[in-house]
């Protein structure tokens, strides 16, 4: 069966860094775009970045420039590198299998996504 486990999060001070890591199975890794969300308390869950099959990422405005997303196919896992961290991005982080196979592109729309990580929790204090 398919799974997703994220690890990686913390609490991190303002202006410094992380790096979460979703380690994948249960499907051919390599054949599918995945995504990074976060929801914070009392907001909707919102997409951050993705990845295309061949390593495209895209990202939301919020995190272009800090974020940037990688994967390795070798591995079965998506990475997350997040710099500059603000107060702001304090929110549990998912990451997402894209329900299709797609040539191109990343979708941002979390019910284009099937299947989920547990989440893990990213605090950045002031």
């Known amino acids: 069966q398919v799974q997703l486990v994220e690890s990686g999060g913390g609490l991190v001070q303002a202006g410094g860094s992380l790096r979460l890591s979703c380690a994948a199975s249960?499907?051919?890794?390599?054949?599918?775009?995945m995504g990074w969300f976060r929801q914070a308390p009392g907001k909707e869950r919102e997409f951050v970045a993705g990845?295309?099959?061949?390593?495209?990422?895209r990202y939301a405005d919020s995190v272009k420039g800090r974020f940037t997303v990688s994967r390795d196919n070798a591995k079965n896992t998506v990475y997350l590198q997040m710099n500059s961290l603000k107060p702001e991005d304090t929110a549990v982080y998912y990451c997402?299998?894209?329900?299709?196979?797609?040539?191109?592109?990343?979708?941002?729309?979390?019910?284009?996504?099937?299947?989920w990580g547990q989440g893990t929790q990213v605090t950045v204090s002031s």
């Open positions: 990845i295309s099959r061949s390593g495209n990422g």
């Open positions: 997402a299998k894209d329900r299709r196979v797609r040539f191109s592109g990343i979708i941002t729309t979390p019910n284009e996504y099937d299947y």
């Open positions: 249960g499907f051919t890794f390599s054949s599918y775009a």
